[in-house]
């Protein structure tokens, strides 16, 4: 199993998007709103809906009580903590990041039909590809020798082609400038979320995951017995057992102890793209002797 530490992506890291950040008006200080105005705020990259008729200076995020947070804009789905609030747009999409030191990419929830990976060094580009979201065996050993013991996973869950992919172990270059471009001709590109940072290896998965859903989805039956459904995002579930040298016991407890309240993309095979989460981890290690330690984890993933 790895562990990918999510880097948050900050204005000055983000260098270019080509989706645009106008979902609706920016809000302005002073300016009447009424009930059911959408204003955005690039300052915080959130769209907010106006509950009360209002006249005020007090920006969105902190007037609370005149209006709701309805999530991210656009631009910014793909970056936040959410799998469901993706960045969509038609065609094809290009983001261009300066993370800093990193070593590893996950995508999640993608809609696509080609990801291009470019990163560029000192103005040169030290590494290209472009990875097929459909025809998942076209990308095997395409990765040449820019990776080192590099783990790929792709899933396809079939017509809709949503696709997690993370590419692990890439050589890390602390002022790389990173290009991403996502293409579907004549279709809707949709990124879920695009998790950049450093991998940690935790330890071997054991055989017989097991994987599953939270399904948020509101459903039950009225009077008449006829079914009513609020339909809503579900979260994967997973749990497994990881093996462990006994040596790296403290090393591996005191990572997991440091990120106990972050939220981390846990590539639990390279098999199974499905069973790539992002979420929260609560684990119990048991020392079973002096060369074998074993680890029971639970990662509760986000919607």
């Known amino acids: 199993m790895l562990k990918l530490r999510k880097t948050e992506v900050t204005d000055t890291m983000l260098l270019s998007s080509t989706v645009a950040e106008n979902d609706h008006p920016e809000w302005v200080a002073n300016t009447a709103y009424t009930v059911g105005t959408y204003v955005i705020r690039p300052t915080t990259h959130r769209i907010y809906s106006c509950t009360g008729d209002i006249t005020s200076d007090v920006p969105p995020e902190i007037d609370t009580a005149n209006w709701n947070d309805e999530g991210p804009t656009n631009r910014w789905g793909m970056f936040d903590s959410k799998v469901s609030t993706a960045t969509t747009a038609d065609n094809s999409m290009t983001v261009q990041l300066q993370p800093g030191r990193i070593d590893s990419i996950a995508f999640l929830g993608i809609e696509c039909q080609t990801i291009t990976v470019d990163l560029t060094a000192g103005g040169e580009s030290?590494?290209?590809?472009?990875?097929?979201?459909?025809?998942?065996?076209?990308?095997?050993?395409?990765?040449g020798?820019?990776?080192?013991?590099?783990?790929?996973?792709?899933?396809?869950?079939?017509?809709?082609?949503?696709?997690?992919?993370t590419l692990a172990n890439v050589a890390v270059y602390s002022e790389g400038v990173l290009t991403v471009t996502f293409d579907a001709p004549g279709e809707t590109v949709t990124v879920g979320m695009m998790v950049v940072g450093m991998s940690y290896f935790v330890g071997d998965t054991q055989n017989d995951p097991d994987l599953g859903i939270n399904n948020f989805t509101l459903r039950h039956m009225d009077g008449f017995g006829d079914v009513i459904e609020?339909?809503?995002?579900?979260?994967?579930?997973?749990?497994?057992?990881?093996?462990?040298?006994?040596?790296?016991?403290?090393?591996?407890?005191?990572?997991l102890f440091r990120g106990k309240d972050d939220d981390a993309v846990w590539i639990t095979t390279d098999q199974h793209g499905s069973m790539i989460v992002f979420g929260h981890a609560t684990w119990r290690i048991k020392r079973k002797n002096s060369k074998i330690t074993m680890i029971s984890m639970q990662i509760k993933g986000t919607t």
């Open 230 to 255: 609020k339909r809503r995002p579900a979260a994967k579930d997973l749990k497994c057992d990881i093996r462990i040298d006994t040596e790296r016991l403290d090393d591996v407890f005191y990572e």
């Open 145 to 165: 020798d820019y990776f080192l013991e590099s783990v790929e996973t792709v899933y396809d869950m079939g017509l809709s082609q949503i696709v997690d992919l």
């Open 126 to 143: 030290v590494f290209n590809a472009t990875y097929d979201m459909v025809n998942v065996n076209a990308n095997v050993g395409d990765w």
